[in-house]
């Protein structure tokens, strides 16, 4: 779904979802982002205002935006398969388990083994 169509049905979605926390649903002009761009700010009876940014990424091998866009729908009823996180819980890229590391960064790199069993990091002193 390209981001106008998508920044649309969310305007429609949230405009109309009856919710008694949202005031107004509207476009506003990013700054510095030239060319007229906008995003959408939805705006709560509470008097705080949520500016959203809707990006994109384009699929493998990129997308032709001088063509239309190919809509894929599915017939009405027919169930979406939802597939279960797994246990120990997201991957990084990195391939850790997502938890902290107390603020140490090692670059993504996998820590040395230590040999002697002191805990004492492995490498040149």
């Known amino acids: 779904m390209r981001v106008e169509r998508f920044r649309q049905w969310l305007h429609q979605v949230l405009a109309e979802s009856g919710h008694p926390g949202i005031e107004a649903v509207a476009g506003y002009e ?3 982002g030239g060319h007229g761009r906008t995003d959408t700010v939805v705006r709560g009876t509470d008097g705080v205002a949520l500016y959203l940014r809707v990006v994109r990424t384009a699929p493998p091998g990129g997308e032709d935006l001088s063509q239309p866009e190919t809509v894929i729908t599915r ?3 027919v169930p979406i398969e939802v597939c279960s996180a797994p246990a120990a819980g997201p991957a990084t890229p990195t391939g850790h388990s997502g938890q902290s590391d107390g603020g140490q960064s090692d670059g993504g790199q996998a820590p040395e083994p230590d040999p002697t069993g002191t805990g004492a990091p492995a490498g040149p002193a």
């Open 75 to 77: 017939e009405p009823g």
């Open 30 to 32: 990013v700054p510095g």
